[in-house]
């Protein structure tokens, strides 16, 4: 069975664009979250969608959105980037939230703003 | 979501020697589960406890959930390289889980 793949791998942006990565969870996981990962602040949730609603949401600023599509693949999106948004962005899919279901990272994103 | 605080957040061994993490929760936990991240990788799964009292172990690696829930340890007898990595016990509700910055376990060969 695949893992969790995220694209791109490395990205380098410069501050006020916007960006948008991707991830495809494990097939038949329908949950899919997405973290930041810093070495100041570690690893901290973002957002989790499970058939194309989000459920819950992290204390993140509006420049930070995601969205998932039909076939649970998953996107998240940040616009007007700022130094501070350099971070590894990983994305974990499961089954379904809850008792039993563990959740599987992919590599994640490394974001670079300059 | 569900605050768990892990201790100690660094921890520098010999090879050979034991290691132990341990992660408290104020309230009542319904299962806790237990990640490691390598340097430079992502969060692998290792493992799910859910009963009270509960003794899981892998290889070298044993996990405990305590009596009331809301504390569980993680041990690594003998550690080796192999183990160096930061391990993660988060807390889960309402959709999200909530990491913290775990335990950084580095060992010296």
């Known amino acids: 069975k695949a893992g969790v793949t995220q694209t791109p791998r490395y990205l380098i942006k410069t501050r006020g664009q916007q960006v948008t990565l991707s991830c495809s969870p494990i097939s038949g996981h329908r949950s899919v979250s997405w973290y930041q990962q810093t070495p100041g602040q570690g690893l901290q949730f973002l957002f989790e969608?499970?058939?194309?609603?989000q459920r819950n949401k992290g204390n993140f600023p509006g420049r930070f959105s995601g969205r998932q599509f039909s076939n649970s693949r998953s996107e998240m999106n940040v616009s007007t980037l700022e130094l501070g948004d350099s971070a590894l962005y990983l994305c974990?899919?499961?089954?379904?939230w809850g008792q039993g279901y563990e959740q599987y990272f992919g590599p994640g994103t490394r974001l670079t703003v300059t | 979501g569900q605050q768990v605080m892990q201790i100690p957040q660094y921890q520098h061994v010999q090879e050979g020697e034991d290691f132990t993490t341990y992660c408290n929760s104020s309230t009542t936990l319904s299962n806790i589960q237990w990640y490691k991240q390598r340097p430079g990788g992502h969060p692998v799964f290792l493992i799910q406890l859910v009963k009270s009292g509960e003794v899981k172990k892998q290889k070298r690696l044993t996990f405990q959930f305590g009596e009331a829930k809301k504390n569980s340890s993680l041990h690594i007898t003998a550690t080796q390289t192999t183990d160096v990595g930061t391990y993660f016990c988060?807390?889960?509700?309402?959709?999200?889980?909530?990491f913290g910055k775990g335990t950084l376990l580095t060992v010296n060969p």
């Open positions: 988060p807390g889960g509700s309402n959709y999200k889980l909530t």
């Open positions: 969608y499970f058939s194309e609603t």
């Open positions: 974990a899919s499961s089954r379904e």
